[in-house]
Nanobody, 129 residues
């Protein structure tokens, strides 16, 4: 059974940084869109950043563009989300997710939780003002 396991969440002050990671037991280097999504208190789950694993190209939500960076380490089967200049509104549970078996880049698709079949358990990020 494929597993996605996130780690690295925590509490930081506004302006700080965190790097969260996701180890993917089903990692392959093609045909996969890896993503980070988040869900704040009382809010719907929303897409934050995604990577087309084939090329390493990335795509970000407007709210995090320029502050967050998603990367991968193929040797470690791991995807990372580096979060800089954190704001209190970034407080949320952050989830790693995978959409596998794709024949084309996912960026033209709507960035919706429904697009992803495999999910991690989440890691909490709390940003205080």
């Amino acid at each position: 059974q494929v597993q996605l396991v996130e780690s690295g969440g925590g509490s930081v002050q506004a302006g700080g940084s965190l790097n969260i990671s996701c180890v993917d037991s089903g990692y392959t280097d093609s045909g996969v869109c890896m993503a980070w999504l988040r869900q704040g208190p009382g809010e719907e789950r929303e897409g934050v950043a995604r990577m087309w694993v084939n090329s390493g190209s990335t795509n970000y939500a407007d709210s995090v563009e320029g502050r967050f960076n998603v990367s991968q380490d193929k040797a470690k089967n791991t995807v990372y989300l580096q979060m800089n200049s954190l704001k209190p509104e970034d407080t949320a549970m952050y989830y790693c997710a995978a959409d596998r078996g794709r024949s084309r880049n996912c960026f033209s698709d709507r960035f919706s939780p429904a697009e992803f079949g495999d999910w991690g358990q989440g890691t909490q990020v709390t940003v205080s003002s």
